[in-house]
């Protein structure tokens, strides 16, 4: 019997910690002289952030092909702490200051994800 | 000598692999009257395609905080070939049928992903 109510608390904690995280999309849009240097910025700054960063759990960049300067990032923190932890990180700092001439618009969206433990295999 | 040709011949092939992905986002307008219902179908779809098909490597759905009708989900397929089988199983058939009159707006965005190899920690 009590087996079961620790694999309860086991699944209920696991629930409360995947609904504390933190799911956003960013959605960017980069001038077209200036793209393959946004993308080295970009790629220094997500490889960085998921290595040195438990609390950053994905940063998923997709460039459109239709559009190739219209840039969605999904981006998911372990919580509010995370994030707020990772912007003043150096490397977060480093990619927001050299491509700040570079991004014509940003528009930062609060989710929810439908399956909060859902990875990528 | 033999040795690093053996590691460069995988890390090439794992780049090849990585780069054959297909990549896409969807982004949905879902009738605010059938939201709960249309959730079910599309949380049923995603778990049985991500637990059955081994070419659906993530389908990551999100709903917006201020517009929670407004879905968008990222989807990965190792390739197109894992996708074309993908939309003539019958689970994905039953959630196409299921919310084709939930759906009021349906855009597919084939993007670049900019780290193929991004997962989610």
Redesign the interface.
């Known amino acids: 019997m009590m087996k079961y109510f620790i694999i309860l608390a086991l699944v209920l904690s696991l629930k409360a910690t995947a609904q504390k995280h933190m799911?956003r999309?960013a959605k960017l849009e980069i001038d077209s002289a200036q793209l393959e240097s946004y993308?080295s910025f970009?790629?220094e700054e997500?490889?960085t952030s998921?290595k040195v960063e438990?609390g950053?759990?994905?940063?998923?960049?997709?460039?459109?092909?239709?559009h190739?300067t219209k840039?969605?990032i999904?981006e998911?923190y372990s919580d509010t702490a995370a994030y707020q932890s990772h912007i003043q990180t150096p490397h977060f700092l480093k990619y927001k200051n050299g491509t700040a001439n570079m991004v014509k618009s940003l528009e930062l969206?609060?989710?929810?994800?439908?399956?909060p433990e859902?990875?990528?295999?």
Chains 1, 2 share one sequence.
């Open positions: 799911v999309l993308q970009l790629k997500i490889e998921v438990a950053v759990l994905t940063l998923y960049a997709v460039f459109e092909k239709k190739p840039v969605t999904l998911i969206v609060e989710t929810i994800p439908l399956i859902m990875k990528i295999k």
